[in-house]
Structures are given as structure tokens and as C-alpha cells.
């Protein structure tokens, strides 16, 4: 069965510095990885995903995610972080039209 | 945004109450899902449809059941509330065209007191 490690629970962090969050998942044939993003005391909303082509995909807002099928990961890496930034990031693995989810990264951001 | 809406927002309620959340889309999509949200778990899939009246249990599928008699609507019971299933639940939807991305509802915060 798919599986999918978030490494941090929480990653502080300064305003305007780089900021990486960490996504491993279980190997699989083939791979389908999403980062989603969720503001305080909202839903989740699609960051950003990798379906096949270029390992490396961005988003609108400069976050962008590269896929390493050898070492099974999809950090998500974003050169400078703004206080908007601040919400809980989740990865997630498709598997028979379901997501398999990790627990979640809580990124915070220190003026 | 994609259309999906859930009712009611926020529900406290009290042990050994039964208790029916909404979700309803606008999108024609195929696939609708529950999840529950709790601190340190991520997301967990309680029930989800693939069409009218076709469901299957998640990994947290006990004390919950589903109906979906219609397309755009997706109800989740919770037969006899427990303190246990205090949490915020989402509603998600996808149209099951490949590895398809999952829009969300606002979510319910739910309370059993």
C-alpha cells in the first residue's frame, strides 16, 4: 500500500529567507504526487502537482516541487518566504483514484 | 473555486445524537469523498462515492455511514454521536478522470459534547 512521510510537523522560519518542506512516499509503478496547501480555518486548496513530464512543477506563487523517483521524495522548496506563506502544507500520493495523505507540515514564519 | 458547499459549518451536539452533514456540488463530478481532519493525523478518508448509490468505507469508516441519491449531494451520519468524533470534516470531489485532482469544501467543525 501507497504510503507518504512528511518528515517535520513544523518548520519556523524567517521572513524572506529560503524554505524547503520534506515529502517521501512508499515506490510505486507509477506515481501521481499533489502538494495542497491550507490557510488557518480554511479547506485545502492545490499547490502545485506532478502527473509526468519535467520532474520540476511550480506554482503561481514561486513554491515549486521537484520529483525524485530514486529517492522516492517531492519536497516542496519555495527562495523566499512571506508572512502569507504561514499555513499547513500536505502532500499526498493518487492510488486507485484516492489520495493517500501525509500528516502535514506547519510552516511559520518569523518577522 | 470549484462548487462545493457544506452545511452546516459548525455542530455541537451531544453524546449519542444522530448527526447528518451536507455536501453539495455544482460541478457534476463523479467522485465525491468525507475526511475527517485532527491535529497530528493529516487528513483521514472516512467513505467515499463513485456515482449515485455506489460508496465505499475509507480507513476510518466505523460509527459513519454515507448516502448519495443524487449526484451533487453527498450526506455523512454519524449514528450515535461519541466524543471520539469531535473534528473538522471535509467534503472533496473529483471528476475520476485519471489522477485527478480533489477540490474542497469550507469543512464542518464538529463538537460532541
Known amino acids: 500500500a501507497q504510503s507518504v512521510t512528511q518528515l517535520d510537523s513544523q518548520v519556523p522560519v524567517f521572513e524572506e529567507a529560503p524554505v524547503e518542506l520534506r515529502c517521501n512516499y512508499s515506490?510505486?509503478?507509477?506515481?501521481?504526487l499533489f502538494w495542497y496547501v491550507q490557510y488557518p480555518n480554511q479547506g485545502l486548496q492545490l499547490l502545485l502537482k506532478?502527473?509526468?513530464?519535467s520532474t520540476l512543477v511550480e506554482s503561481i506563487n514561486g513554491f515549486e516541487a521537484e520529483f525524485n523517483k530514486s529517492q522516492t521524495s517531492f519536497h516542496l522548496r519555495k527562495p523566499s518566504v512571506h508572512i502569507s506563506d504561514t499555513a499547513e502544507y500536505f502532500c499526498a500520493v493518487s492510488s486507485n483514484y484516492q489520495l493517500i495523505w501525509g500528516a502535514g507540515t506547519k510552516l511559520i514564519i518569523k518577522p | 473555486d470549484a462548487g462545493i458547499t457544506q452545511s452546516p459549518r459548525h455542530k455541537v451536539t451531544e453524546t449519542g445524537t444522530p448527526v447528518t452533514l451536507r455536501c453539495h456540488q455544482t460541478e457534476n463530478h463523479r467522485y465525491m469523498y468525507w475526511y475527517r481532519q485532527d491535529p497530528g493525523h493529516g487528513l483521514r478518508l472516512i467513505h467515499y462515492s463513485y456515482g449515485v448509490k455506489d460508496t465505499d468505507k475509507g480507513e476510518v469508516s466505523d460509527g459513519y455511514s454515507v448516502s448519495r441519491s443524487k449526484t451533487e449531494d453527498f450526506l455523512l451520519t454519524l449514528e450515535s454521536a461519541t466524543s471520539s468524533q469531535t473534528s473538522v470534516y471535509f467534503c472533496?470531489?473529483?471528476?475520476?478522470?485519471?489522477?485527478?485532482?480533489?477540490?474542497f469544501g469550507p469543512g464542518t467543525r464538529l463538537t460532541v459534547l
Open positions: 506532478y502527473l509526468s513530464g
Open positions: 515506490s510505486s509503478v507509477s506515481v501521481y
Open positions: 472533496a470531489i473529483s471528476s475520476g478522470q485519471g489522477p485527478d485532482t480533489q477540490y
